[in-house]
């Protein structure tokens, strides 16, 4: 936002920092100056601020006039609300607030016989240095008092209103022309201002065309009220109508400033003539004046002030009387209840206030971070990683050695994608004040997050993509959520094997090879990858059904991955194949980390022995490999399938296969009968699976 640094004098009159030193010192206290534009003599300078969300407090020249003003001990001029005598009412306002929980506070004065003209003066000057457009002096004065003091205001045409004001929640499909010129159809959820027929404005957002103030306008009625922060944002991201009075409301406003502010605007509409008509009408609701404007007082202690901020620039630490000095500067009311023991009485703009250390940060902030000594805290701990650090290392290195890019995504994700990509039905954790509708849940799996990944490089033009990501997931309740370890990986497009061969398009197998150099990475009992035709388990719905496949360590499901579920790349637009995969950390870290071995070599003749059995389709390679392991022959060193055929001559449903075995001894020489032992023992094997040995 832009701040007049003239503007700002005129309420700190003794301000004597010029204008660079007075940027300085407000950025080194945390109400950032990012640009300075000198306006030449006598104007002053043009601040570009940018003011943290949490402080709207200070989105206004009156309240950055309070920081500059506790900076250097100046005195704050007050904001002069007086007005001119007010005459009999001669046409009668009635307020009524009948939703009370959106709208705590409304204020309406009516002012009589004014007179519309082009604003001059002291606005139409500043205005012109902000260079805000003018549109006539009455709806300048509600825009002047807000760049003011910071409170929106509102000015209604009265003689265009039916009866009196009412609060009340707009009807399902009542419709209202804003300002700007679109008819909107309302929610029921939305706060308008209305009169006994009609809506008059969307409350805390934007007024509405059939009131507003014309140059045939002679008397006018001047809203300042207090809404509902989460009303009004709601109202305004319904509508898609994002506006300075929107902006403040939904930050939290000042439930004290309706009154001064609407006598900031009568004073300047009544500057060209007219009359305030009665006396102000102030409704209040007791439940929001409690809530927001009468909060408890906060204990502080001088003592902790010390003992969090430690030791200043000489030597000492703050002193009691700046602890004082600063917090009445800043609003607060300081009760002493005990040697250095306050009650602090909160100013009703501070929302952002609530506990003592929010104090105590007020106080190093105003007094300087920078006059604090260097010095470091003690620590008598020590830097402990977490107890899978070391396996977290392993697996990344291995999967960014394989040539995979590691990314990062959204713990959230919408109710959709938590339902197709949950592990589990049912155990997804849902937001208790979500950012919108598609990051409402928190994820029960880092897929979402990975296809959005993928969506987005592929449609940049991306087309070769290999990404992967280590974080946490979550299940549970919204009472007792549980988080565990997950790694995702995601792949499009094609890969380069090497400097000796082509680039392929990444497949099925490219996923299964790495999956198993993660596995192998550990030292489970038995490992195997199957499908789901011999009653695995169910395929998740993320998984193409027939090319896909899980990863079993010792008997527990560590990994699913394959190709994208056509459904599934159909609704996520892809125009390439897709594939992923998800590891479940918690499951693999529970095996040990294998150790590496370099075995002493034979200096004995190996010898190799071919055998080929047909085996029915059902009986994958990994149940092969299971019944040589537990043959336990410590000779058998090594063995791998060298042909694997199907053709005319073979039963319907079954393969060939022919397994090279290697038998070696360590100290000596293997003997023939031995061999055949071996041999007789690895066919005895074989044939349990159902095999039948080829001559």
């Not at 902790?304 to 002193?319: C, F, M, P, Q």
């Not at 598609?438 to 993928?454: K, Y």
């Not at 011999?534 to 699913?560: E, K, N, Y």
Request: proline share 5%.
């Amino acid at each position: 936002m832009n701040i007049l640094s003239q503007w700002i004098r005129s309420y700190v009159p003794g301000l004597t920092l010029a204008d660079r030193e007075l940027a300085e010192a407000l950025t080194l206290r945390g109400i950032a100056v990012e640009g300075i534009f000198d306006l030449g003599p006598g104007n002053g300078s043009l601040f570009e601020m940018d003011i943290t969300t949490n402080r709207v407090d200070a989105m206004n020249h009156y309240g950055i006039a309070r920081e500059a003003a506790a900076i250097g001990s100046h005195t704050l001029a007050p904001l002069d609300a007086t007005l001119p005598a007010s005459q009999p009412v001669t046409v009668p306002m009635t307020v009524s607030i009948e939703a009370p929980e959106l709208c705590g506070r409304f204020t309406a004065r009516s002012l009589s016989r004014v007179c519309i003209q082009p604003s001059a003066g002291v606005v139409a000057e500043r205005f012109a240095l902000l260079q805000q457009k003018l549109i006539s002096n009455a709806v300048d004065a509600t825009n002047y008092v807000t760049q003011a003091m910071g409170h929106p205001t509102h000015a209604f045409d009265r003689d265009k209103l039916d009866g009196g004001i009412i609060l009340r929640r707009a009807r399902n499909g009542e419709k209202l022309r804003t300002l700007d010129g679109i008819e909107r159809v309302l929610d029921a959820e939305d706060l308008v201002v209305a009169d006994e027929k009609k809506a008059l404005a969307l409350a805390g957002v934007m007024g509405g065309w059939d009131t507003m103030i014309t140059a045939e306008t002679k008397n006018i009625l001047v809203e300042a009220a207090w809404f509902d922060p989460v009303s009004v944002r709601r109202s305004s991201k319904r509508h898609g109508l994002h506006t300075d009075a929107s902006h403040r409301f939904e930050r939290g406003a000042d439930f004290n400033a309706p009154p001064i502010a609407s006598a900031l605007v009568s004073r300047l509409i009544l500057e060209a003539g007219g009359h305030v008509d009665g006396e102000i009408i102030d409704v209040v609701v007791p439940e929001a004046a409690a809530r927001t404007a009468r909060r408890p007082a906060l204990s502080l202690s001088h003592r902790e002030v010390r003992r969090i901020l430690g030791a200043t620039e000489d030597g000492h630490g703050v002193g009691q009387d700046t602890t004082e000095s600063v917090l009445q500067a800043l609003g607060c009311e300081l009760q002493k209840v005990a040697e250095a023991e306050y009650q602090v009485t909160l100013p009703s703009w501070r929302l952002d206030l609530e506990r003592e250390i929010d104090l105590i940060e007020e106080i190093a902030r105003v007094y300087g971070y920078n006059r604090f000594a260097n010095t470091l805290p003690g620590f008598s701990g020590i830097v402990s990683q977490t107890p899978h650090a070391g396996k977290d290392a392993i697996v990344r290195q291995a999967l960014l050695a394989l040539g995979w890019n590691e990314a990062l995504s959204s713990t959230f994700c919408s109710a959709t994608d938590a339902v197709t990509f949950a592990p589990q039905p049912g155990l997804a954790v849902a937001m208790g004040n979500p950012l919108n509708e598609e990051a409402g849940m928190l994820r029960p799996s880092l897929l979402p997050g990975m296809l959005t990944m993928l969506a987005y490089n592929l449609n940049r033009n991306v087309s070769d993509v290999l990404l992967f990501e280590k974080g946490a997931v979550f299940s549970g309740s919204a009472e007792r959520v549980e988080e565990r370890p997950a790694l995702s990986f995601g792949a499009s497009g094609s890969v380069w094997s090497g400097p000796e061969l082509p680039a392929h398009a990444i497949d099925f197998y490219d996923l299964k090879g790495t999956v198993e150099e993660i596995v192998e990475k550990f030292a489970p009992r038995s490992f195997y990858f199957d499908t789901f035709a011999a009653g695995a388990g169910i395929i998740p719905a993320w998984l193409h059904p027939g090319r896909s496949a899980r990863a079993v360590a010792d008997g527990l499901t560590v990994a699913w991955f394959g190709q994208l579920n056509p459904a599934e790349v159909q609704q996520r637009k892809f125009r390439q194949s897709v594939y992923v995969g998800e590891i479940y950390l918690d499951r693999l870290y529970r095996l040990p980390l294998r150790q590496p071995i370099a075995p002493e070599l034979s200096r004995f003749q190996p010898v190799h022995r071919d055998f080929s059995f047909v085996f029915a389709d059902t009986v994958r390679w990994e149940k092969i490999a299971e019944a040589l392991d537990n043959l336990r022959i410590v000779e058998l060193t090594r063995f791998s399938p060298r042909e694997i055929f199907r053709r005319q001559g073979l039963p319907s449903g079954h393969y060939s296969i022919l397994i090279r075995i290697l038998f070696q001894a360590l100290e000596r020489t293997l003997r023939d009968e031995e061999l055949q032992s071996y041999s007789q023992a690895v066919i005895n094997a074989l044939e349990s699976l159902g095999g039948r040995q080829r001559a």
